[in-house]
């Protein structure tokens, strides 16, 4: 199992530019979580999907995030246009199914936006 | 969501058990207690988790009190790998709250 892969693991990008985050999540996954962490404000979740549709955005930040998730194996966070204060480690998760089961996350993407 | 408090860090010598508490006194019957772990420049990864009873993996241990307004992390032996900040989640299973809210957690160092 190459547990959940994220893509790609580090981006340097110039404000205004559109960056786009990946994640495949572990096949037979039920659900897929987006979380960002910063120092300021830790570990946060953006958005996650069940069985490809999205459940609650609630955490996304602003207009300029979204996040699709096309198929079981693919999922991406966009920002269009990034900022500065974007600057983070993007994590990527997925669970099997409902209940207790746990999460396992990815390596993350450090984005840094200047 | 009920809140949890974790002290900020703590130390342990490397080979030593290691206690990490939580403080929950907020929480409902049907919130599950979740603990994850975040090596240096890696995601999180789950630990160990309980209701009621107290639990055992081969990472860790997990004493509930009996009110279960605490729960304690128990590393029987720690090592230098199990330096990482330690999160103590709570979760209601229950009502379809599938959130992992994480805190500040607990920044372990293990002393060589």
């Known amino acids: 199992d190459a547990g959940v892969i994220q893509s790609p693991r580090h981006e340097v990008t110039e404000m205004g530019q559109e960056v786009t985050l990946r994640c495949k999540p572990i096949?037979?996954?039920?659900?897929l979580f987006w979380y960002r962490q910063t120092m300021m404000r830790g570990l946060e979740l953006l958005i996650y999907?069940?069985?490809?549709?999205?459940?609650?955005d609630s955490g996304m930040p602003e207009d300029r995030f979204s996040a699709k998730m096309p198929n079981a194996s693919f999922s991406t966070l966009k920002i269009q246009p990034s900022e500065p204060r974007d600057s983070a480690v993007y994590f990527c998760?997925?669970?099997?199914?409902?209940?207790?089961?746990?999460?396992?996350f990815g390596p993350g993407t450090r984005l840094t936006v200047t | 969501d009920a809140k949890t408090t974790q002290p900020n860090s703590m130390e342990s010598n490397e080979e030593e058990p290691v206690h990490l508490p939580c403080n929950h006194s907020?929480?409902?019957?049907?919130?599950?207690i979740h603990w994850y772990r975040q090596l240096p420049s890696q995601g999180p990864e789950y630990v160990i988790h309980?209701?009621?009873s107290n639990v055992n993996n081969r990472m860790a241990s997990l004493a509930i009190a009996e009110d279960r307004k605490s729960s304690t992390l128990i590393l029987h032996r720690a090592t230098l790998r199990d330096a990482a900040v330690y999160y103590c989640?709570?979760?209601?299973?229950?009502?379809?709250?599938?959130?992992?809210?994480f805190g500040t957690g607990t920044r372990l160092t293990i002393i060589p």
């Open positions: 998760a997925s669970r099997a199914g409902t209940g207790w089961y746990e999460q396992y």
């Open positions: 096949s037979g996954h039920d659900y």
């Open positions: 999907f069940n069985n490809n549709v999205p459940i609650d």
């Open positions: 907020t929480i409902s019957g049907t919130d599950y």
């Open positions: 309980g209701l009621t």
């Open positions: 989640i709570l979760r209601d299973v229950d009502f379809g709250n599938e959130k992992l809210t």
